[in-house]
């Protein structure tokens, strides 16, 4: 058995994204020793956060990059909107109310912020935008921490955790055996995990395991380790264990990391149509940005989890470009064979919904009045006929970007054990976000919930290593 | 076999016409289309802000976006895709390869774009040129290097109306070469026509050096991911000091002709004072991006191009110094040693102006000025507004 060198640290930091820096800086800020373990190696430090680019922010004036107001009350009604009222509205209001008081302490550490980005007009109110994104956030978060003297371990994967009675004792790295005062875990969901994912998604009438064919948006490292390490070790869980986050990406998107450029954004400017060449929702059902997050579930319900989001020359250039080239044909029967199509059935299924138009006055930017008559399903909006060539087609499957299953917490981070909370484990970001975000999603919010929690865990630990030290030093 | 192919197939493409874009073309627009879906590097530089204004990169929109990116690097630290992301997307460097290809593809007369390719030869060629020539004509004209001080007469060794029949024409060649090159590039990108504001706005970036200031005002990044102001600086260092020595020269030709005032003048004089804060600045600037150049990540810019990088540093630094050099020793017998160096470096910089690395500078003032008069026309491309 090895002990791990330099002495034990008064805070141990599980995770190397987002929430795991803001509670490493935090606790480091407040005196304690800590020591930060990343599972991945450096170069593919951050886990999901160097794929976000926004935190969700309260404000009551216009600040520097954020326009007009979004106080307390219109951030809470959005996120009961958006979780269907799965949230602690405790935990909520608190992550709200501290994502106003947050960012001049990320400024401090290197974070820059910027207006919101072309194509997202529709943030600039409610979120900054991180300029260059998260990747350049995690690296800021990285030097400062390195600057203040955390002491940041790659490639260090752990795998199993000492729990006694509700207290953390150790982490364990194979024989490698680290001891801490207090330990935070922000080690994120388990949407990596390819087993545990299938069995979460389950078998279809089909005999099709869904999740085998999902892209994963994001690091390969989330696979979930401590999430169950600490489920068996008894620690109370929220968040609906079966679902993730799910939205339609290029099908040539990569297994994993593909982030944001695999988005396919025409979806609401066209049809979308199943292997069968068959529709099988509202395309139009309402503005995009409010309805990508639920295409990937619709394409996983379909035969092959695979989709064709199928548009014409009318909507090129009013949405965001698409990172791989679309197939591109002048005529639908060339479409529907280059997209391995049965081409009658393509036909037939454009031409009746073209003959469903009812076009009004074409407007996106509003829900407009174009929509059809007589298809099922219908399209309520921008409904305009597939009648001007070239043709582009998108094969779309779902990508998963997070899982909602976390770990129950309360105000003070502390990880709960048989309703009993914890004198030193904590947890943030993606691995607590249940309890805020139960399910649905809106933009940002998971940067708000990882930065407010994240610094809330570092000084819970920093506070309990203390504690802990005055003890040991009276015994 | 296959090379073959690909030789008569190029062949063939350009008898008919056809414009067969380069790898390093071709890789620009490959990661275009990456960034163009994904946009979180909009605040760094106005290299994402233009690729926004397009759905394609043709050809001379790869060669306008090259010469705009500054190789600031921080969008490669701060990029999700960067290797080894399969998508291995390194903006700074697929912009420099361009970059220096435009450089060779634009430059008068074209049989000399090849110079750029083995540019560290070029500049040592054209260095010993320049001091042969010069040290030759010393030697042949007063037999030997050393003499009696002269009190900093530098006439008595290469007389006024030699210098300028010889500085002169290569002075001219140097700009009608950089000129006929940069007035193909801007065809090339049809840029259209600057307003005045236009202008103003293209004067101040390049003067501040906006663009290598990260965005948000700290810099950008060298060695690492940390953002340093160092790399701003020592180029507004060797930039003025440049600027500065020019305007003794200037200032000097004015005295000569208008005034009748001859060389040499009081170290007090205007020319001298200019010339010496100019070569001082000309003496730590390029000191400073030496060193930098050294330390540079080896993810930043293309590594072909170093020795170019380097060779113009030094050429820099040589003339920097060899002119203090002649200052300080100009009432000594030295004098003439001193000047056939110093009008040799000066010589070698001057002749490879138009095939080395001085003329990023007028190759990216010109994509910045495309861009501030592109800034002000509608966007092209609707995505922004729904």
């Not at chain 1, 003959?355 to 930017?365: E, I, K, N, W």
Request: net charge neutral; proline share 4%.
């Amino acid at each position: 058995m090895k002990q791990t060198s330099l002495g034990t640290p008064d805070v141990l930091v599980i995770g190397g994204g987002n929430a795991a820096l803001c509670a490493a800086l935090t606790a480091r800020e407040a005196g304690a020793s800590v020591l930060l373990l990343e599972a991945a190696p450096r170069e593919w430090r951050g886990g999901n956060s160097s794929h976000t680019r926004n935190l969700r922010c309260m404000h009551d004036a216009p600040q520097d990059v954020l326009t007009d107001a979004y106080p307390e009350e219109e951030f809470w009604q959005d996120l009961k909107k958006v979780t269907g009222g799965r949230t602690n509205e405790r935990l909520a209001r608190l992550a709200i109310r501290e994502s106003s008081r947050c960012r001049d302490w990320m400024r401090k550490h290197g974070v820059h912020f910027q207006p919101s980005l072309s194509g997202t007009l529709h943030l600039s109110r409610t979120n900054a935008f991180f300029m260059g994104g998260g990747k350049a956030l995690v690296n800021a978060y990285y030097r400062s921490a390195e600057a203040l003297g955390v002491r940041i371990r790659y490639e260090a994967p752990v795998d199993r955790l000492e729990v006694v009675d509700g207290e953390f004792r150790a982490a364990w790295i194979g024989q490698e055996r680290i001891a801490a005062r207090s330990c935070v875990l922000a080690s994120g969901g388990f949407e990596s995990n390819r087993e545990w994912l299938r069995e979460a998604w389950g078998q279809n009438a089909d005999g099709e395991w869904p999740a085998d064919n999902f892209a994963i948006r994001g690091t390969r490292f989330n696979r979930g380790v401590l999430l169950k390490a600490m489920m068996e070790a008894g620690a109370d869980t929220i968040g609906d264990p079966s679902q993730s986050h799910c939205v339609a990406v290029d099908a040539r998107a990569p297994l994993y990391d593909g982030g944001i450029c695999t988005r396919i954004d025409c979806v609401s400017l066209g049809i979308v149509v199943n292997k069968h060449a068959q529709r099988f929702y509202d395309e139009g059902e309402d503005f995009w940005p409010k309805r990508y997050a639920i295409w990937g579930r619709l394409v996983a319900q379909q035969a092959g989890q695979v989709g064709y989001s199928v548009i014409d020359a009318k909507a090129i250039g009013r949405f965001m470009p698409p990172v791989f080239p679309g197939a591109k044909a002048d005529t639908l029967e060339g479409l529907a064979h280059q997209l391995g199509l049965d081409a009658l059935a393509f036909v037939r299924t454009v031409r009746e919904y073209n003959a469903a138009c009812r076009v009004g006055t074409f407007d996106h930017t509003v829900l407009d009045d174009c929509h059809t008559d007589g298809v099922t399903p219908a399209k309520t909006h921008w409904a305009l006929p597939l009648d001007t060539p070239p043709y582009y087609g998108y094969a779309l499957k779902p990508g998963i970007t997070f899982t909602y299953l976390g770990l129950k917490v309360d105000e003070r981070a502390a990880a709960y054990f048989a309703d009993e909370p914890s004198g030193n484990l904590f947890v943030a970001g993606e691995m607590m976000a249940g309890n805020v975000l139960g399910q649905g999603y809106t933009a940002g919010v998971g940067m708000t919930i990882g930065t407010v929690f994240g610094r809330i865990a570092g000084t819970s630990a920093a506070a309990a290593a203390k504690n802990e030290g005055v003890e040991h030093a009276a015994a | 076999m296959q090379q073959l192919e690909t030789l008569l197939r190029e062949a063939s493409d350009l008898a008919e016409g056809i414009v067969v874009p380069s790898s390093a073309e071709i890789e620009v627009e490959r990661v275009m289309k990456i960034c163009n879906a994904c946009r979180y590097c909009e605040g760094f530089c106005a290299v994402f802000p233009a690729m926004t204004r397009r759905l394609e990169f043709n050809q001379a929109d790869v060669h306008y976006l090259a010469n705009l990116c500054h190789n600031c690097g921080a969008c490669l630290h701060a990029c999700q895709y960067a290797p080894p992301h399969e998508f291995a997307v390194n903006i700074p460097q697929a912009m420099a390869k361009v970059r220096g290809q435009t450089y060779s593809d634009f430059a008068w007369p074209s049989a000399l774009g090849t110079l750029y390719r083995n540019n560290g030869l070029t500049v040592a060629l054209a260095l010993a040129v320049g001091l042969a020539l010069f040290l030759a004509m010393a030697l042949a004209k007063n037999g030997t290097l050393f003499h009696a001080p002269l009190a900093g007469d530098f006439y008595a060794i290469f007389p006024h109306n030699l210098l300028v029949s010889m500085f002169g024409p290569v002075f001219l060649f140097v700009a009608v070469a950089l000129g006929l090159g940069v007035a193909k590039f801007w065809r090339g990108i049809s840029a259209g026509e600057p307003s005045a504001v236009a202008i103003a706005e293209t004067a101040q970036d390049v003067l501040k050096l906006k663009y290598l200031d990260g965005g948000h005002g700290q810099g950008c990044p060298n060695e690492d991911d940390a953002n340093t102001l160092a790399r701003r600086r020592f180029h507004h260092l060797t930039f003025y000091g440049f600027m500065l020595c020019f305007a003794a020269t200037g200032v000097a030709t004015i005295y000569h002709y208008a005034f009748g005032w001859e060389a040499p003048y009081a170290l007090t004089s205007l020319p001298v004072l200019l010339g010496t804060l100019g070569g001082i600045g000309l003496l730590i600037g390029p000191t400073g991006l030496l060193w930098l150049n050294v330390r540079r990540n080896a993810q930043h810019g293309d590594a072909a191009q170093k020795p170019m990088d380097r060779g113009f540093i030094a050429l820099l630094l040589l003339t920097s110094a060899t002119g203090l050099a002649l200052l300080a020793g100009r009432d000594t017998s030295a004098m003439a040693l001193l000047l056939a160096v110093h009008l040799g470096a000066v010589m070698a910089l001057f002749l490879t102006m138009p095939y080395g690395k001085f003329a990023h500078g007028i190759y990216r003032t010109a994509a910045l000025l495309k861009w501030a008069i592109e800034k002000r026309m509608p966007n092209p491309v609707g995505v922004g507004s729904e």
